[in-house]
């Protein structure tokens, strides 16, 4: 495959769901693309029903390195990987390499199911009272001050809260366990090793306490789980799994929040309705995750063999790259309307959207990220009618993410 005429899709492009995928959709075949970061270049699917297809269709994989025989010629996940892994030791790099979203078929269910017998609906449902509490006490608390970044100030410490509860991080380690994973995840990179670090080193202290002293959290459960499972995680695996949890439990939800609350500041009408009818909640969640779609471009797929895919004729081997964004705004699922943020839209079964995948890797956090963004919409928005931005809207500062769009650095608001 030759990138003479790839298209290239900068971050503006990725992030706009009408530009920058609209002529793509159109086209016959699936298109050649080179993603923001890279130099090689995949079909990118961007239509819903394709989309859909492909997250479970067993011939595309998530693993290269289990294609028959072999793949042949330069990896752009491997490309756009090594922006992140290079930057760590090897010894601490390798917790990266170990998500359940890199794996297929056996080896995933091996280790996707002693963490989704966890995951229960019980355990989730109880954190609803816990979530209320924690946004209503650090909003009571912002509000004395008249306004804050409700990115890192709210955002970000809620997301920790909760999903530290969850996991069985201790209430006196999440100040640090935050700071640990914002420095990772989302900071200027200078503190980028020591927050891996520091968390993972913290995971494996926590684990060896939780197996001599079991408690009532998620990771006690997921070392029961696996223990009595006939193939146990290892204990790389083991603290993968939970550094993969805390990490993906605090930065995705903390910007979907703060890109949730910017789409209903630029849309004032819709606000103003939610405000005006609070049972629209129930809509309006599933209607921002389908619009603001936060993992905009899914991680590469390889066909495992020849075959043809969305009229397209692909090698073995070769790359494809899912659209998340551009499906979740697909005129041929949503109607000539798919562009607009709409909290009145009916969905029909399922999510009715695409923003938590689909398939086997369908996002493990589904609930807990629909129970928090209803718990903060409900608190911050409806309960705060006069909650704004506190600069102008070209004001706000934005960051890009290799393979990925641009991302709010902040989102400063007045209480």
């Not at 199911?113 to 229960?120: C, G, I, S």
């Not at 909760?162 to 914002?182: F, K, P, S, T, Y």
């Not at 020849?306 to 090698?315: E, Q």
Request: net charge negative; proline share 6%.
């Amino acid at each position: 495959m030759s990138d003479s005429s790839a298209v290239q899709l900068t971050p503006e492009l990725v992030e706009d769901p009408v530009r920058g995928y609209a002529d793509l959709r159109e086209r016959d075949s699936l298109a050649e693309v080179l993603l923001p970061g890279s130099q090689i270049p995949v079909r990118l699917i961007t239509r819903y029903a394709d989309v859909r297809a492909a997250l479970s269709e067993p011939r595309l994989i998530r693993n290269r390195g289990a294609v028959p025989g072999g793949a042949e010629g330069p990896d752009p996940q491997a490309e756009l990987a090594a922006a992140v892994f290079d930057a760590f030791p090897p010894e601490y790099a390798k917790y990266l390499t170990g998500p359940l979203a890199l794996f297929d078929g056996a080896e995933h269910a091996r280790r996707r199911a002693p963490l989704t017998r966890a995951f229960t609906a019980r355990r989730i449902a109880s954190l609803r009272s816990f979530t209320e509490r924690t946004a209503q006490e650090l909003l009571d608390s912002l509000a004395e001050r008249g306004g804050a970044d409700l990115l890192h100030e709210f955002a970000y410490p809620l997301c920790t809260a909760v999903i530290c509860e969850l996991v069985g991080v201790d209430e006196a380690d999440r100040a640090q366990v935050c700071g640990w994973i914002r420095d990772f995840a989302y900071g200027d990179g200078t503190g980028a090793v020591a927050g891996l670090k520091g968390v993972v080193d913290y995971v494996a202290r926590l684990i060896a306490r939780r197996r001599a002293e079991p408690a009532d959290d998620l990771i006690s459960a997921l070392i029961q789980n696996s223990a009595g499972s006939g193939d146990p995680l290892t204990e790389d695996e083991l603290i993968s799994t939970v550094f993969l949890l805390i990490d993906t439990g605090i930065t995705p939800p903390a910007l979907f929040l703060a890109h949730a609350a910017l789409a209903l500041f630029d849309h004032p009408g819709q606000l103003a309705l939610l405000r005006e009818r609070p049972e629209l909640l129930e809509r309006a969640v599933p209607e921002l995750l389908r619009y603001v779609s936060m993992v905009r471009i899914g991680a590469s797929l390889y066909a495992a063999e020849d075959f043809t895919f969305a009229g397209t004729p692909l090698r073995k081997g070769e790359a494809v790259a899912v659209a998340l964004i551009g499906a979740n705004h697909d005129p041929g699922e949503y109607g000539e309307h798919a562009e607009r943020l709409d909290i009145t839209r009916e969905f029909g079964r399922g999510d009715g959207h695409l923003a938590f995948g689909h398939g086997a890797h369908y996002c493990l956090g589904a609930a807990l990220g629909r129970l928090v963004t209803g718990v903060v919409f409900d608190r911050l928005l409806i309960g705060r009618p006069g909650v704004e931005l506190a600069v102008p809207r070209d004001g706000l500062e934005f960051g890009h993410w290799p393979g990925d769009g641009f991302h709010l650095l902040g989102l400063p608001v007045r209480l």
